[in-house]
């Protein structure tokens, strides 16, 4: 019994002095004088995503609702930053990779797959080879809006009282007339200001040459250079360029701006669907007047790609961590969501028509907001759009 207690007090007095050692070591309980590395594995992975901004405010919930589900990537926690970028803007900066003082993107989201494809031309002309991941994680379309023509009211009326008939060439005609409004019986509006942004720098703006070269020569398919190099075409699109006061960068400045300052900033401006959604209601009553929202006969839809970058600065963590939030962005929630900010689901299982009185395509149709689509134009190859937007550079963009 003798031998027994005394190992019993060895080991006690053995534990006493390790835990006095720890204690000198590391301080009492609770507290660590020396701070412990959670490791490389605690680091978050950090995704960036240059994005554009017509799909801001999405997003930005989006992200929210996210980060709140406390996503992983194994064991590291998944932090995203959102930049916001021009759609052309993004895929030639990517390609030169110039980042300024933005951080080198995980994902491109443009407006439209077209800068997808701009991206993957330059960059392999630059560098060779592939820079968008394919497979399981090749672009997905998130969202889709097409372009309209937002008009305050009595503008629409007077030009377009039984509604537009010969949408682009009626545009120009009032336009380019030196009468301006007056020839419609209101000369104390001036002339006639459209808005569209820079087609060398915004989705919008190309897009929006495009639709008027379509419909100066009456097609919806099969536009070429030599459509683009014909005298009198050039000479119509500088005409109806003229009207445009100045060519921005951002889509949702342009809708913004024609809110704010009402006509006399601009009579029409050319936007996203979704953006002209978004702000029917602050521009109700403001001007005395209401928004119309305007289809034209043919039209663009964006799609609003999610593209992961297989990229030098780009890791495997990294691409599987964007993948985790693609899948989130795609969930029926964040579509149910991206459709009261006035976009169409991608995801086709999604009615953009349902029952709730707070659908804005319930909601907004006397404004002009419609579901049916007539038709769309086909996006010419990549060879016309360049023609295209440096006959748009040299005449008029300077």
């Known amino acids: 019994m003798q031998n027994i207690a005394r190992l019993i007090g060895i080991g006690y007095l053995a534990l006493c002095l390790i835990a006095l ?30 994005y554009g901004t017509e799909k801001e405010a999405w997003l930005e919930e989006a992200v929210q609702q996210f980060q709140a589900t406390s996503p992983r990537e194994g ?8 930049i916001g970028v021009g759609s052309r803007e993004m895929a030639l900066r990517t390609a030169q990779q110039e980042w300024g003082n933005d951080t080198p993107p995980t994902v491109l989201s443009p407006a439209s797959s077209l800068w997808v494809e701009v991206l993957t031309t330059e960059w392999e002309a630059r560098n060779g080879g592939t820079i968008v991941a394919e497979g399981a994680n090749a672009p997905q379309p998130l969202v889709l809006t097409p372009l309209v023509m937002v008009a305050w009211e009595e503008r629409a009326a007077a030009l377009w009282d039984n509604g537009p008939d010969n949408f682009w060439q009626e545009l120009h005609t009032v336009i380019t007339d030196p009468s301006g409004w007056g020839t419609q019986g209101h000369p104390e509006w001036g002339f006639v200001k459209l808005g569209h942004t820079s087609p060398l720098t915004s989705n919008s703006g190309a897009q929006t ?18 459509d683009i190099l014909d005298q009198e075409f050039q000479t119509w699109l500088t005409d109806i360029e003229q009207g445009v006061l100045e060519f921005g960068d951002s889509t949702g400045t342009f809708m913004t701006n024609m809110v704010q300052f009402g006509p006399s900033k601009y009579d029409f401006v050319v936007v996203y669907e979704n953006l002209a959604v978004e702000n029917i209601e602050a521009a109700q009553g403001r001007w005395g007047q209401d928004i119309r929202v305007y289809y034209p006969p043919a039209t663009l839809f964006s799609d609003h790609p999610y593209a992961i970058l297989e990229a030098p600065w780009t890791t495997s963590e990294q691409q599987a961590a964007a993948a985790q939030f693609r899948d989130f962005l795609l969930s029926s929630d964040m579509q149910e969501l991206a459709l009261q900010s006035g976009f169409r689901p991608a995801d086709p299982s999604i009615p953009v028509v349902t029952d709730d009185p707070e659908n804005p395509f319930n909601k907004y149709q006397n404004f002009g907001i419609q ?12 060879d016309v759009i360049n023609t295209l937007l440096e006959l748009w550079r040299r005449e008029i963009g300077g």
């Open 21 to 50: 050692a720890g204690t000198a070591l590391f301080g009492s309980v609770g507290y660590a004088p020396f701070p412990v590395s959670l490791g490389p594995a605690q680091q978050p992975v950090v995704i960036s995503i240059w």
């Open 75 to 82: 064991a590291r926690p998944i932090e995203i930053e959102l």
């Open 209 to 226: 040459l495009i639709l008027m070269s379509y419909g100066y020569y009456n097609k919806v398919s099969g536009l070429t250079s030599a």
């Open 371 to 382: 579901v049916d689509i007539a038709q769309q134009v086909e996006t010419p190859p990549g």
